[in-house]
């Protein structure tokens, strides 16, 4: 069997950690889980991730990227400016629906490490702002006269979402989200008087 490369470990042992980190929560699990689940040597597991807080930066940042390019996925197939927030809120939905859905890891990690100079803290608060700031570009976009409140109540929205599927469950209060968003959005549209 071929050796694996350096970024072929390095993705691997994210990869294993991530799977940890998200069903168990960050501080529950440790480098020696992680080493023993992924199947390589300490050396090479702190060869790329010297310290568990890097490690779980790594985690963090890594399923931040993964949510945008989801989301931006799923937003561009729609063309209308309005359907592709709700696009949005609708990929929200099913996430929620899946059988290990344990919330969202930005949320998770910034409950975890509340700390504002802990890495992983730091990579959660720029996540959730990047969020913020594409729902205001994309409600700027959808003909808001006021982008930034709706971007505010969106980003509230959707952060709800994620906390009330968690503790709830998808069948709950969290069902209504789809409604919720498109209200909000069609309110700000027809209050611009370009809708």
Request: net charge neutral; proline share 6%.
């Amino acid at each position: 069997m071929p050796r694996k490369t350096a970024e072929e470990n390095r993705r691997h042992v994210l990869a294993v950690a991530s799977r940890l980190y998200y069903q168990r929560g960050i501080r529950a699990v440790g480098m020696d889980l992680v080493v023993k689940e992924s199947g390589v040597g300490n050396a090479t597991v702190y060869r790329q991730f010297p310290t568990k807080d890097a490690l779980a930066s790594a985690y963090t940042q890594d399923r931040a990227d993964a949510w945008f390019a989801r989301m931006r996925q799923v937003a561009d197939q729609a063309d209308d400016p309005r359907e592709k927030l709700l696009a949005i809120f609708t990929a929200v939905i099913e996430e929620t629906r899946q059988p290990t859905f344990r919330g969202c890891p930005m949320l998770n990690t910034h409950t975890e490490f509340p700390d504002p100079q802990h890495p992983a803290n730091r990579v959660a608060v720029t996540h959730e702002q990047r969020v913020r700031d594409w729902m205001r570009d994309l409600a700027a976009d959808a003909c808001a006269s006021d982008p930034e409140q709706l971007a505010d109540d969106l980003t509230l929205v959707l952060n709800g979402v994620y906390v009330t599927a968690t503790v709830l469950g998808p069948q709950g209060p969290a069902q209504r989200t789809g409604e919720l968003a498109r209200r909000l959005i069609w309110t700000a549209c027809d209050e611009s008087g370009r809708a």
